[in-house]
């Protein structure tokens, strides 16, 4: 009876952990979607991240991405709600120098939404982690923004 | 005791014997023809290459620059939809298939969404032949280039389309194939703004294409992960012999702190750094023709 119950609560621990995962990728994408507005998407980084060791620094992950002169982009990050971690992204410029994150530290604010106008071509690295190390499931989506077409600007008007 | 460990092998047994039918059975899909791609291992770490994926831009990008810039559309400069029937290797239908998904994106940019019916179709057509058609839904497709007004969800659903169609290769080891679409997107796009700035002497989009040097570098080292396939060792001395005149090219990038400041909600940041570039017009003018024959190589 005992090994049947352990069992049984080895299966349902293993289930929800693969409908998580499932669920805490695409289905993001789709949420911060809406927070692109008028930003064109480009592209995203899934994240899904263990909580890390008490102690240690908590896991992180370092993209590079080309971003270009004159162009205006917009970084979202979505969580998934099943997990407490929120997710931080700092951009790192071409010389390695931290030039943003969504993540205040003076007043512990995370942003959902950070826009930054570029000025200089190059690559960058997108480092992605989750506040205080906890484990969570969330989405980087990268945007840019389009000049309205004439068509655009009419109806506008 | 003997017992529990029997019944958790069990459990772990069915995990992977999901997991393993799954990939048999797409194994079985793909067929003889697609055996050989699957034998080119990449060289380098799937984290690696991954990581280099993503670095590369979208040609969206450097369309909406072309735009911007006011420079006329014009199909002449595409890969004619009726070449596609001409492509009979994956090698071929996987770089065409980029190519086509740049010419699609500068269609779309310009809001010619009625005539990118056509590279709809053909963008379909060759993901169908590389098995990945999943990924691009031609009634939806159709229906939104229907109008100019559903521009934002064309462009969201093609790029998405792709991304997804990107992911499902490398994690079914096909790393090869998306290498190849990555490539053939990338030079369309190159291409397409060579020859704009060939016309139009638009310093902007000239700059733009000298930027260009970082990208090539990534993706010579994505495509060099592959190089034991002979198609690919090709590909990658013609890019090398451009990377050679990319290298003429120097980028400066001077460093100056951004200043944050919020605005309804959202963090806005304004970059006082600069880069500049420095290529000759001999430099240019080489760019560009070596960008033109191995375009009508690869067409």
Redesign the interface.
Known sequence: MK?RL??LI??LL?LPTRYAAAQCN?QL?GVS?ELLDDF??????KVRMKKSKKGKLPYSH?????L????KYRFISANAQEFDGQLVFKIY???N?M??T?Y?QSTGKV?D???????????YYVEVSFLDGKEGCAVCVLG?K??K?E?ELYLDN | MK??IL??MA?IMM?YACSSGDQKSIDEELGEDFKKEAEVKPKVSKESIE??I?????P??MT??I??SGAEFSDKMLNNTENSKNYVNNHKKALNLGVYGADLGYMN?Y?KTVSSISYIGAVKGLADDLKVGQFFDFNILKRLASS??N??SL??IT??GF??MDDYLRQNNRGNISALILTGTWLEGVYIASQVAKQSGNQ?IV??IG?QK??LD?LILILSAYEQDKNMTKLIAKLNNLKAQFDQVT?T???A??E?V?ID???????????TIEMTDETFNNITNLLNEIRSQII
């Open positions: 090994v352990l069992l080895a299966v293993w695409d994408i979607a064109t998407y480009i592209k995203d980084i370092k993209y590079s991405v080309i270009n002169k004159g162009m410029n071409t010389q120098v030039i943003m969504n205040s942003y939404v950070v826009d930054y106008t570029c000025k200089a071509s190059g690559q840019f389009r000049k077409t068509y | 017992r529990h019944y958790l459990i995990g990581d280099l993503y670095s590369i831009p979208s969206l990008e909406e620059m735009r911007s940019i809001e100019s007004q521009i934002d462009l969201y790029t998405t991304n997804q902007d700059e733009r930027e970082v990208t990534n980028i990038y001077t460093y702190e951004p944050p919020e909600g959202v963090l806005v940041l304004e970059d006082n750094s600069t880069s």
